[in-house]
């Protein structure tokens, strides 16, 4: 799951970084209004993380524009000043929620979980695929009833490929969702979680659910 935290105060971005990959997030950071903009417009996040007081253009009319362009991406704002019409004025241009700095990181991973089960086009529903539930709202993944479990990046491969279920998703696309900006390495690395993903999907209830499409990606239907 990639998400976005656009946020000027260096440490305060970097540690939230660090927290969020520890939770098995993706995240790209943007120092200034400008580059959150642009990436919130050219990436496919489930959530965003958007201070207010920010270069070039402040977190209010991010907001404002993502709305506007039609992106429904869920938005977390970060008041600095205390004072409800800071928070307002947050959820007037468009913010989902906001939380007051300082805040505890505990709290804001529970927002952030809150606002990816209700928010974005996609939701956080439920979804299943014949006996194959996926539970993007807990990260939880069973078959037949039987708990499986994931690394938080085998989830998100699945979370991705069951969203489509039925649809060729490419190896770019699953990159695109599931993995930041900083990563340089071989799209080959899709192969790899898809091959775990089959060991632990598949392989144990005997099916092959996770189809390859030569040369364009891969398919999860409900049994083949
Ligand atoms: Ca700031």
Redesign the pocket.
């Known amino acids: 799951m990639r998400v976005l935290v656009v946020?000027?105060?260096r440490r305060l971005a970097e540690s939230l970084q660090w927290g969020l990959e520890a939770d098995g997030y993706a995240v790209d950071l943007a120092r200034d209004g400008g580059e959150g903009l642009r990436l919130a417009l050219e990436h496919p996040y489930r959530a965003i993380v958007l201070?207010?007081?920010?270069p070039v253009l402040n977190g209010y009319r991010v907001c404002a524009e993502l709305r506007r362009a039609g992106v429904t991406t869920p938005i977390l704002m970060l008041t600095?000043k205390d004072g409800e019409h800071d928070e307002a004025e947050a959820l007037d241009t468009g913010a989902d929620d906001f939380l007051r700095k300082p805040f505890s990181y505990l709290v804001l991973t529970a927002r952030l979980r809150a606002l990816m089960r209700r928010g974005g086009p996609a939701g956080a529903a439920v979804i299943q695929v014949g006996d194959l539930v996926v539970d993007p709202g807990r990260r939880t993944c069973r078959r037949g009833g039987q708990d499986i479990a994931l690394t938080a990046k085998e989830f998100a491969v699945l979370e991705c490929l069951a969203r489509h279920a039925g649809q060729v998703v490419s190896k770019m696309d699953i990159l695109d969702q599931v993995w930041d900006m900083a990563y340089e390495g071989p799209p080959n690395i899709v192969e790899v979680y898809v091959s775990a993903l089959r060991r632990k999907v598949d392989a144990p209830f005997g099916r092959r659910s996770i189809g390859t499409v030569r040369g364009v990606g891969y398919r999860l239907v409900e049994d083949a």
Do not use: F, G, K
């Open positions: 946020e000027d105060e201070d207010i007081m920010l600095a």
